[in-house]
């Protein structure tokens, strides 16, 4: 099996937004996780399905134009891989396993199951019904705790079956503030009130909830957990299939101000399928730029008046 994923080569990265707030407890430098994880559902969540990805570009590489136009750092070598059988062979692959391995380790429903089952290898964009075989990202990102020195927000996000192919991942958020007065100062992230959780899954009776490390190139306007997609645990693949990020940031001089006026965060979710891993930086404002093969498929803000 490792063979098998190690082989795929597809890269798909989703920048997966929303706009809607939402309301944590939050008190000495400690977030209360229980209150929040109830909390989660109310976020509006963006979704990305890996069958759009795949048909889109394979329907762009038919004009060099197109597919020059779409926002993707692709090679040749990736997009060789998206437009051959390897995808189809994944799902025939899938279709030989029992019901039972389907349902407990790749999380699919008996419809999706059903729907597998018939499938004869054809292409996916001429098997439509395919769609609800493959994966689907739900992403949110909403706020946390806000005041004139201090901002956390959230980025939350989730698989609902185990996609085509995993290798690693990042989670980041980045950040801008205007301040009092159109004055400048720094918001500073930091690293002792925040943190980041992936839950690794087998079966439902067998997860792992393990920390992502932070890494970023500029800790005045970003922070990105960076984790493997895929862990192996005792001879068994593990996928990492939900996470959440709680990045937390200060106000550099928060004695003379000036105090912050309006911060804007950004969220971004990177799939890296191709390599073992890329990179990740922040040049500046709510930007967040990756390496490597991926696609953003979209960006989208939330805005925190103090």
């Known amino acids: 099996m490792k063979k098998r994923l190690i ?3 597809m890269s798909l990265a989703f920048s997966l937004m929303v706009f809607s707030p939402v309301a944590a407890v939050y008190t000495q430098g400690e977030v209360f996780t229980d209150e929040l994880e109830q909390t989660l559902p109310l976020l509006e969540k963006d979704t990305m399905n890996e069958y759009d990805c795949i048909v889109e570009i394979r329907n762009a590489s038919k004009n060099p134009s ?3 136009s779409l926002d993707t750092n692709l090679d040749e070598e990736e997009i060789e891989y998206i437009t051959s059988d390897a995808i189809e062979s994944e799902l025939l692959y899938r279709a030989s396993l029992s ?5 407990d380790q790749y999380c699919y429903s008996d419809e999706a199951i059903a729907i597998l089952k018939s499938y004869d290898g054809a292409r996916l964009e001429n098997a439509p019904e395919m769609r609800a075989v493959t994966a689907t990202l739900s992403a949110a990102l909403g706020e946390l705790v806000k005041s004139k020195t201090r901002v956390g927000v959230l980025y939350t996000w989730s698989w609902d079956v185990r996609p085509l192919v995993r290798w690693s991942d990042y989670a980041a958020v980045s950040w801008d503030g205007t301040y009092e007065n159109g004055g400048s100062n720094d918001m500073a992230f930091d690293p002792y ?3 980041s959780n ?10 792992k909830q ?3 490390e932070f890494t970023s190139d500029n800790w005045y306007n970003g922070a990105a957990a960076s984790f493997a997609a895929e862990k192996t645990i005792n001879a068994w693949y593990y996928w990492a299939k939900y996470g959440t990020v709680y990045v937390y940031v200060n106000l ?3 004695d003379s101000g000036p105090l912050l006026y309006q911060l804007t965060a950004h969220g971004e979710f990177a799939h890296y399928t191709a390599t073992p891993t890329g990179s990740v930086s922040f040049p500046g404002g709510a930007s967040i730029s990756f390496t490597g093969g991926l696609s953003v498929l979209g960006s989208r803000n939330i805005y925190i008046n103090p």
């Open 210 to 212: 393990l920390k992502a």
């Open 66 to 68: 197109t597919l020059s």
């Open 193 to 195: 009130t925040s943190f």
């Open 7 to 9: 082989a795929l080569c």
């Open 99 to 103: 019901t039972e391995v389907l349902k």
């Open 198 to 207: 992936v839950n690794y899954y087998y079966t439902d009776a067998n997860q």
């Open 252 to 254: 550099v001089n928060q």
